[in-house]
């Protein structure tokens, strides 16, 4: 079946615009995670959706960033006045919750957020 | 604070040997442990789940092993193929942040097989 699908794949913007980031994730996982990768790191946690809610965001770094998951499945990373330290590769996960336990997490392509 | 490291950061070697990636964890309070597969340029790919109950997962040419108590894993890989060379990323969950099943992963180790 599909995996979980980001868009754009690419976003060049200038500093201090407004982006938003889309994540599709795989059919029925209820489970979706944003994390953040910067060149020779690796990913770090943003925000982590159980259905329609955030269920942990102390992974966003300030108040510039904010994401949401109206009905529990496409979830869109929002980030305002963007600044070059934002420049890194976003990537979105999902996974199921089964008997209590966290499945595997399959991660998408990412988008590449360049801030000039 | 949950902290992973991975040794080595790169490691180089001819193609048919087998090799060991080491991964170390500061809190054994762990759910589970994943290992990563990331080609440059791309996103994450799953190679194995170990949840922390188990002490091993295998696939095809693909070993892990979780010592949860002592804070390590290793993923050992068969016969290595030119085709392996990717960077290999461990990552623990746990209760962290009033949460659960957020991923905290080490660095990377940088594989490159030579034909």
């Known amino acids: 079946g599909a995996g979980v699908s980001q868009t754009p794949s690419n976003k060049v913007t200038e500093k201090g615009k407004y982006v938003e980031l889309r994540c599709d994730p795989i059919?029925?996982?209820?489970?979706l995670y944003w994390y953040r990768q910067s060149l020779g790191q690796g990913p770090e946690f943003l925000i982590y959706?159980?259905?329609?809610?955030?269920?942990?965001d102390s992974g966003l770094p300030n108040d510039r960033f904010f994401a949401v998951r109206p009905e529990g499945s496409v979830s869109t990373l929002k980030i305002q006045r963007t600044e070059r330290g934002d420049s890194a590769v976003y990537l979105c996960a999902s996974s199921q919750w089964a008997s209590g336990s966290f499945e595997t997490q399959y991660f998408g392509p990412g988008t590449r957020l360049l801030v000039l | 604070k949950q902290e992973v490291t991975q040794i080595p950061a790169a490691l180089s070697v001819p193609e048919g040997e087998n090799l060991v990636l080491n991964c170390s964890f500061t809190d054994s309070a762990i759910y589970n442990l994943q290992w990563f597969r990331q080609d440059p340029g791309k996103g994450l790919t799953s190679l194995l789940l170990i949840q922390s109950s188990q002490r091993e997962q295998t696939s095809g040419r693909l070993n892990a092993s979780l010592d949860k108590s002592s804070g390590r894993s290793t993923l050992y890989i068969a016969a290595s193929q030119p085709g392996d060379s990717a960077t290999y990323l461990c990552?623990?969950?746990?209760?962290?942040?009033?949460?659960?099943?957020?991923?905290?992963f080490g660095k990377g180790t940088k594989l490159s097989v030579k034909p």
């Open positions: 990552a623990v969950s746990g209760f962290y942040g009033g949460s659960q099943g957020n991923l905290i």
């Open positions: 059919s029925g996982h209820t489970a």
């Open positions: 959706f159980q259905g329609t809610g955030a269920a942990d």
